[in-house]
């Protein structure tokens, strides 16, 4: 009487063992073909600091294009453009009217399939509301084309 209590308790436990077996199998098969890759599912957003809206942006292996929209209200000068892993574009003496809109194209060395890094536009403002430098600060994440 005794074995055929722990034959049953076996063959249920070989049961959910097979079960559990199957399903790590099928995880495994998916991962390994990139079903599950989280790079698919990666939200593309580009993101500033108020006053300067970033309208558009674009990742290859060897560039990378942001479109930004000045929205402070006055006229701006920017002096640089910097992007983590691209060449920074400094000296710059770039006139960026409100409203208006620049383009910044960056050399860039982007390995993977994916891009994630800093953006920042330093400008100054124009003698009437101060002539002091400033960095907006901003983020891009985006997949490389």
């Known amino acids: 009487m005794k074995n055929h209590k722990s034959q049953a308790a076996l063959e249920f436990i070989m049961t ?10 099928a995880v495994g098969a998916l ?14 957003k580009c993101v500033l600091q108020a006053g300067i809206a ?3 942006h ?19 000068t920017i002096t640089a453009v910097k992007a983590q892993q691209c060449t920074a574009q400094t000296g710059l003496t770039f ?9 910044a194209n960056l050399v860039c060395v982007i390995a993977g399939t994916k891009y994630n890094g800093q953006f920042n536009i330093t400008y ?7 002539g002091i ?9 985006t997949r490389v084309e």
């Open 95 to 103: 006139s960026f009217p409100n409203g208006g809109q620049y383009t």
């Open 54 to 56: 970033c309208l558009d």
């Open 124 to 130: 100054t403002t124009p003698a009437d509301v101060g």
């Open 16 to 25: 959910y063992g097979w079960a559990i077996l199957v399903v790590l199998v």
């Open 58 to 76: 674009k990742a290859t292996a060897t560039s990378l294009q942001v479109v930004a929209q000045n929205s402070l209200g006055y006229d701006l």
């Open 133 to 141: 430098s400033h960095t907006n600060l901003g983020q891009v994440t």
């Open 31 to 44: 991962s390994y073909f990139g079903v599950l890759n989280p790079d698919k599912f990666l939200p593309s």
